[in-house]
């Protein structure tokens, strides 16, 4: 713990939240559906009413995160809050419901980090296509404008979060509505599109000339071949170019390099795919590449893999049953396990070797890169509750947090410039395909009564802040 004594006084220790993940109350005060609705409905798994009912305790998670230490969270709007079918009037409760947040948070200095669109597409546009139709992009650049004008009390913002987890989860692996699997196709025009509406977002907020920061949050996993041999690198590095590279060449260099168009060509002619990009779009790009005023990056873990040839696999642990998920993708490579490297019950490899090999690379690798902000990182976890006076004993997410902190002060005692970390998450939430058995939160979250407990972590949090007094 001492040594986060190195780090400046203006580090940022946050907690991070997405609306549709903490907010609850989906169907109040005029809000539109998004995608999940009906598809959480007719599922029957898990329902996201009432989450961690956010949009009325927010105050009480604002409170807990000043005691714990914490000066700052992420939150995201639910655009289909401000407009219900993501175009069209704006909603004025909804309006009104983030300058509460906001001004409670500003308040308790907990300053806000807000993202636009953190996986909630509106219904309305899902049906018509999603970030696959280019006029999704129009209404983002319009609902993103409306929210510069409105909430002037916000000074850091992100566009998208997690552009790949979206495009991945919705066209490859499947487990997002509409639950295609790999539709390369798709998958790589979403990549594309939200690029896209990224950097007109971007090139807008300059133009306005308002006071804040304005950037974008990837999630990044390193790539490692198994054993290395020349087969499996390049399968690491198809994989590699697939989840990462496309996206970090388009935001900072605003352009796709020869060097990586090799790799994704070949990604793409394997499985039959194509990419359209028109006239303009790469100007845009271009542009935008300059002016993102930070970036920030969530990451959970690495990945092992080696050569396959054979068709697309997968099977998603969904349940949190230890060795039940398994992923091949056709020409790119299998994703296999690491004996030396410990797993979360989720098959998730806990691997902090690979933030620091990340943060190294890219920063080498992209000199747009200004700040950096760890947006998201942390443990899925099944935390048990004792009872009303016995702190919740998460001591394995202590340990994933330091290890992966030491990393990040090893990265930037070699000049790599790491502002912030924000915790995954403040409390626990609804987890998008795990629902509520899988969870994150410095505080537990007692989903039938909304209860708050504090666990270890949190406490631990608080250490780390008074340490740095
Ligand atoms: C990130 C997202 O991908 O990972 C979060 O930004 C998400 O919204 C988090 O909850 C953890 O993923 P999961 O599937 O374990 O909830």
Not at 43 to 58: K, L, T
Not at 421 to 437: M, P
Request: with cysteine; hydrophobic share 35%.
């Amino acid at each position: 713990l001492n040594r986060v004594r190195a780090l400046p006084k203006g580090f940022v220790w946050g907690g991070a939240t997405a609306a549709y993940q903490v907010e609850g109350s989906t169907k109040v005060d005029g809000k539109g559906k998004t995608m999940w609705d009906d598809y959480l409905k007719k599922q029957g798994r898990f329902a996201p009413d009432p989450a961690s009912d956010f949009y009325n305790r927010y105050s009480e998670d604002i409170h807990l995160s000043k005691e714990y230490g914490l000066n700052a969270i992420r939150v995201s709007i639910a655009w289909t809050r401000i407009f219900p079918k993501g175009y069209g009037k704006p909603n004025q409760e909804g309006v009104a419901y983030y300058h509460r947040l906001f001004k409670e948070c500003l308040d308790n200095g907990v300053e806000p980090y807000v993202s636009l669109h953190h996986f909630d597409s509106p219904a309305t546009l899902f049906e018509d296509g999603d970030w696959l139709n280019r006029k999704n992009i129009d209404y983002f650049v319009d609902y993103a404008r409306f929210c510069f004008k409105e909430f002037t009390e916000v000074t850091n913002w992100f566009t998208i979060n997690e552009l790949i987890s979206l495009a991945y989860s919705q066209y490859i692996q499947g487990n997002f509505p509409p639950n295609h699997h790999f539709d390369v196709t798709s998958a790589i025009q979403a990549q594309h599109n939200e690029l896209l509406a990224h950097a007109r977002v971007v090139n807008l907020y300059k133009s306005l000339n308002l006071k804040g920061r304005i950037g974008l949050i990837h999630v990044l996993e390193n790539v490692y071949p198994i054993v290395a041999t020349p087969e499996n690198q390049h399968a690491a590095d198809l994989q590699y170019a697939f989840m990462n590279q496309f996206l970090l060449d388009g935001t900072f260099k605003g352009e796709y390099t020869p060097e990586t168009m090799t790799l994704i060509n070949e990604l793409l002619d394997i499985n039959n795919a194509k990419l359209e990009i028109q006239d303009g779009d790469l100007d845009e790009l271009k542009k935008a590449s300059t002016q993102n005023d930070f970036f920030g990056l969530n990451y959970y873990q690495s990945k092992f893999v080696k050569t396959y040839h054979g068709e697309s696999e997968n099977h998603f642990n969904g349940t949190g049953e230890k060795g039940t998920s398994s992923f091949k993708f056709k020409g790119v490579g299998e994703t296999v396990k690491n004996p030396d490297v410990p797993t979360t019950d989720w098959d998730w490899n806990i691997y902090p070797e690979g933030l620091y090999d990340i943060l190294k690379r890219i920063t080498k690798e992209y000199p747009n890169i200004k700040t950096i902000y760890i947006t998201e990182n942390g443990l899925g976890y099944k935390d048990k509750f004792v009872n009303e006076n016995t702190v919740i004993d998460d001591s394995p997410r202590i340990d994933y947090i330091e290890q992966h902190i030491e990393k990040i002060l090893q990265a930037r005692s070699e000049g790599v410039d790491v502002q912030g970390y924000f915790v995954w998450s403040l409390q626990d939430q609804f987890s998008w395909a795990n629902g509520y058995n899988k969870r994150y939160g410095l505080f537990y979250v007692d989903f039938e009564t909304q209860k708050r407990y504090i666990k270890k972590s949190a406490q631990w949090f608080k250490e780390l802040a008074d340490t740095m007094k």
